[in-house]
């Protein structure tokens, strides 16, 4: 119904795709069709839905819900982190949508909203994408959407935290190398 009204150009499916132990076999496990393509299989949803993980779907096979975007028309989820520009309708403007993955970054959380990540199960992984996401930020005061508080190490090694859940944020390079906070 929602859709019918604003006729969206893309969806995105912004982390716990498959609630609540994520993808369990590879691209061809029958959640994909159960818990997406017949959940969304409206005539107004026939957009680009892109997608990035949360902490119920690193309960599962991430790497799937990558493989999937070769298998379906409509699921888009190329990488771990990834970019892309889309043009804003009716303007000749265009805006980057950036997709990264806090539980890489952060580490992962128990269902409680109140708990805080233990820190990255790989660090190398974590800092290659908080190296990208920095690149990406160009140093610009880009908005992003989370759907958890957390924490990640600082420049020393030590916890810190990073912000509240839901709250517009901006990521600058030197707030990774200071107290680890997310302005």
């Known amino acids: ?24 076999g590879d691209d061809h496990s029958k959640r994909f069709a159960r818990t997406f393509e017949r959940m969304y299989d409206g ?14 779907d690193h309960r599962g096979n991430v790497t799937a819900q990558i493989a999937y975007s070769a298998d379906s028309t409509r699921w888009r ?18 805006f980057e949508l950036i997709m990264f993955d806090t539980v890489i970054g952060l580490g992962i959380t128990a269902d409680d909203p109140h708990a805080v ?10 800092d290659e994408q908080w190296a990208w996401l920095e ?27 990073a912000h509240g859940a839901c709250r517009r944020c901006a ?13």
């Open 117 to 126: 990540p233990t820190g990255p199960e790989d660090d190398g992984l974590a």
């Open 43 to 56: 005539a107004d949803l026939s957009v680009p839905f892109y997608a990035t993980a949360g902490n119920h």
């Open 77 to 94: 989820y190329p990488s771990l982190w990834y970019s892309m520009t889309h043009a804003v309708s009716g303007t000749d403007k265009t």
């Open 135 to 161: 690149q990406a930020n160009n140093a610009l005061r880009l908005p992003c959407a989370r759907p958890r508080p957390g924490v990640r190490r600082g420049a020393r090694g030590g916890r810190k935290s």
């Open 171 to 183: 990521l600058t390079p030197d707030s990774r190398a200071g107290d680890g906070r997310v302005d």
């Open 1 to 24: 119904a929602v859709a019918a009204h604003l006729h969206p150009a893309f969806a995105l499916m912004l982390g716990d795709n498959f609630y609540s132990t994520g993808i369990h």
